[in-house]
T-cell receptor, first 119, second 113 residues
Framework: EAGVAQSPRYKIIEKRQSVAFWCNPISGHATLYWYQQILGQGPKLLIQFQNNGVVDDSQLPKDRFSAERLKGVDSTLKIQPAKLEDSAVYLC?????????????????FGAGTRLSVL | QQQVKQSPQSLIVQKGGISIINCAYENTAFDYFPWYQQFPGKGPALLIAIRPDVSEKKEGRFTISFNKSAKQFSLHIMDSQPGDSATYFCAASGGTGSYQLTFGKGTKLSVIP
């Protein structure tokens, strides 16, 4: 079974530039998450999709970050314009929905992430 | 507001020793407590998880101990191996319809031969 695919793996941009990250979840996973992982910290949820609808984007800095999941499969996270403090690894995760009896609750499968450096 | 506090930040253990990582949570609505393992350059991967209706769960060399009254849970790695060297994150989720994970800050474990 293929895992969560993310691209690019690395991105270096200057502040005020724009950047986009792409995620392809595990086939059949209806729920998709974007996390921001700053060096030395745990992942922080930015946005959660259920199919192509947003479940929670309360921690997404909407003045500069946007995300979409057209057709309920692939997703794109965009930052425009980038700030120095946006330097982090951006992780995409997916999970199966609906939950089934006997399946552990909310197993999230993570991609390898995109490491963003804003100079 | 950090809802899941993890300690220690880093840990060095001799091969064959026991690694212990602790977490404490505040939100009593949490009802699912997973541990994730992350190797450099990789995303976190689920290691083991527990629900609050049991006090302990063991899978191979990995054990979660859970203390509901103290709102604490811990990961024990028995017979630690160099291949266990990674960063470990505790997490929690819960509440009606809420499956979002809140992560601790992580513990970098180094197992030395």
């Amino acid at each position: 079974e293929a895992g969560v695919a993310q691209s690019p793996r690395y991105k270096i941009i200057e502040k005020r530039q724009s950047v986009a990250f792409w995620c392809n979840p595990i086939s059949g996973h209806a729920t998709l998450y974007w996390y921001q992982q700053i060096l030395g910290q745990g992942p922080k949820l930015l946005i959660q999709f259920q199919n192509n609808g947003v479940v929670d984007d309360s921690q997404l800095p909407k003045d500069r970050f946007s995300a979409e999941r057209l057709k309920g499969v692939d997703s794109t996270l965009k930052i425009q314009p980038a700030k120095l403090e946006d330097s982090a690894v951006y992780l995409c995760a997916s999970s199966f929905w609906p939950l089934q009896v006997g399946i552990a609750k909310n197993i999230q499968y993570f991609g390898a992430g995109t490491r963003l450096s804003v100079l | 507001q950090q809802q899941v506090k993890q300690s220690p930040q880093s840990l060095i253990v001799q091969k064959g020793g026991i690694s212990i990582i602790n977490c404490a949570y505040e939100n009593t609505a949490f009802d699912y407590f997973p541990w994730y393992q992350q190797f450099p350059g990789k995303g976190p991967a689920l290691l083991i998880a527990i629900r609050p209706d049991v006090s302990e769960k063991k899978e191979g060399r990995f054990t979660i101990s859970f203390n509901k009254s103290a709102k604490q849970f811990s990961l024990h790695i028995m017979d630690s191996q160099p291949g266990d060297s990674a960063t470990y994150f505790c997490a929690a989720s819960g509440g009606t319809g809420s499956y979002q994970l809140t992560f601790g800050k992580g513990t970098k474990l180094s197992v030395i031969p």
